[in-house]
């Protein structure tokens, strides 16, 4: 799988973006040129230089330094996001795929339910209710996207359960908790990976849009959705304010969804016989 993933050039060229990206978040304020806070307004809409590489905003504040420290709230945020939604999905999924019977009908009932509902309405209404905040946005999130992992982990916890290696854990006496774990779960491990790096891209223009409506991170935290939102205001007078964060919520979801699409080739059964 891992020789298949390498050669692939356009998987490697995203993975490093990928890494590049978080690296550069985790040691923002040694990569940032300017504090990202700091206005100057006799320097507002400055041009492209070698102070300041992206020119300055509507405030003079350093557009390069706010996207270097936009993509902690951005990505890291998002990363957050899709690790609760996993996990919740993986649970509910690994339950009602193995035990079937009563506990898969009362699971696949309230997914049933969540799934019935646009989920960025809910989003919204959700978010309504709590306030705006960060964190209800990512409860919020995690809260509607459950149901769809559930639902395609449970399809995939159905194809091994009953595998002769699952039936010989069951005769010798193991814990049905053993099983999920130590069998069931590694054996899902590699679609999980697909799940998830597929659907990063949702959870990051998730993160920004709301940002960019003012219901998720907000101003003046630099954050990239809400950096659109500032922009927006100045379009006619500074329209070079927007390409910055636009073209690396672009560019970040379009590494994501080519890693996975690599990652799902690479996992292909179909593809390792031909080699």
Known sequence: MWKRLWKNKMAVLMLGI????IIAGIFAPVVAPHDPYKTDILNKFAGFSMSYPLGTDHLGRCILSRMIYGIRPTLFLSILTMTGTIFLGMIMGLLAGYFRGFVDEVIMRIVDVMLSFPSQIMVFAIV???????????????????AWYARMIRTNVMKYRDKNYILYSKC?????????????????????????????????????????????????????????????????????QMIAPGLAIVILVAAFHFLGD???DALDPKEAEYE
């Open 262 to 264: 690599a990652l799902r």
């Open 172 to 240: 010798i006496g193991n814990r049905e908790r053993y099983i999920l774990f130590r069998h069931l779960l590694p054996s899902i491990s590699s679609e999980l990976a697909v799940l998830a790096t597929l659907d990063m891209g949702w959870a990051i223009l998730n993160i920004s849009t709301l940002s960019f409506l003012k219901l998720g991170v907000q101003p003046p935290t630099p954050e990239w959705g809400a950096m659109l939102n500032e922009a927006k205001n100045v379009m006619t007078t500074n329209p070079v």
């Open 18 to 21: 990928i890494l590049g990206v």
């Open 128 to 146: 309504a209710l709590l306030g705006v905040d960060i964190r209800n946005v990512i409860l919020a999130n995690v809260f509607i996207k459950w």
